[in-house]
């Protein structure tokens, strides 16, 4: 069973990457954006059979090792 | 006084601190992040470098290495761990002390001497320092940006946890003298305890004349007695 995280800055905390992408964008002409947040992205692959198990698991993963929870949201999905 | 340094793959200021805490007459010992057991030691030191590479987040992987566990029993007990640079991240990565280290704010490496003032000297790693002492040591990282939520900021400020902020060479802490973009200039912190310091400044760089000045010695003189 396989599931995607995406990992994102908190919204109250400064994020220059991504300010530095969004600005770069503005100067290429995309006048319409308005905001860009860059994160990360996880592809997990577990055995297990019973998604609420697996989904757990995987939950357990990224509050103890993938995301820093001070500063991070993440997003699980399976795909 | 014993002393232990933590060493990773990746850890690059290892030697250093080695040196300075020997010249500081330090009975030192270099300890594998593999090992499960800890020798007998009054102070553990979490050297600077880029462990494992900085993968993950910086300390993020080593915060999670065999040693560390032990680490944190000996620190339960009150042992004295310092953290400098990379070590201060693997601190915040472990839970030892709180907050977090954001990329600088201007994104770039930094690698200068900075000005420090000493906001604490009232624990085992500053009583050597003055209070408000200024003091000129390396920076060098990526990742200094120090970023904590609003209750440990105040719990920071109140209980006297604040060990050193950036300032400028006449002692004042604005935003001019603020290298990285650390919330209200912090560059070290202790935990509640104040047996553990997390600091982004290298004070075993600032030990000898020959290379920089010797800003740093007091640090390891403090703990010495």
């Known amino acids: 069973m396989k599931f995607s995280i995406t990992v994102t800055l908190k919204k109250d905390v400064l994020d220059p990457q991504g300010k530095v992408v969004q600005n770069t964008l503005i100067n290429m002409g995309m006048n319409n954006l308005k905001s860009i947040r860059q994160g990360k992205h996880f592809e997990v692959e577990v055995e297990d059979k019973d998604q609420t198990l697996a ?23 399976k795909i | 006084m014993k002393s232990s340094v933590i060493v990773f793959p990746g850890s690059n200021c290892d030697r250093d601190i080695a040196v300075a805490l020997e010249k500081m007459q330090f009975k030192n010992q270099m300890v594998w992040h593999k090992d499960t057991s800890l020798p007998k030691t009054d102070l553990i030191v979490i050297p600077g470098g880029f462990s494992y590479g900085d993968y993950l987040r910086s300390g993020a992987i080593a915060g999670k290495s065999l040693i560390i566990d032990e680490v944190i029993k000996a620190a339960d007990e009150g042992c004295l761990v310092l953290g400098i640079c990379n070590g201060f991240q693997i601190l915040t990565e472990t839970g030892l002390l709180k907050g977090t280290l954001l990329r600088n704010k201007n994104l770039k490496f930094i690698n200068k001497d900075v000005h420090i003032k000493v906001i604490n000297n009232q624990t085992n790693f500053s009583k050597k320092y003055k209070k408000d002492q200024i ?29 050193f902020k950036y300032c400028d060479e006449k002692g004042n802490v604005s935003e001019e003298s603020n290298p990285n973009g650390s919330l209200e200039n912090i560059a070290g912190i202790y935990n509640s305890k104040r047996n553990i310091l997390g600091m982004m400044p290298h004070p075993e760089r600032m030990v000898d004349e020959l290379t920089s000045n010797k800003d740093g010695v007091n640090l390891f003189s403090s703990l010495l007695n």
């Not at chain 2, 390396?138 to 940006?145: F, L, P, Q, V, W």
């Open chain 2, 135 to 163: 003091l000129k040591i390396n920076i060098a990282h990526n990742e200094g940006n120090f970023f904590t939520d609003k209750t440990h900021l105040e719990e920071l400020t109140k209980e006297g946890l604040i060990a």
């Open chain 1, 55 to 77: 989904e757990k698991k995987v939950d357990m993963m990224c509050k103890k090792l993938l995301v820093n929870l001070i500063i991070e949201d993440y997003k699980i999905t």
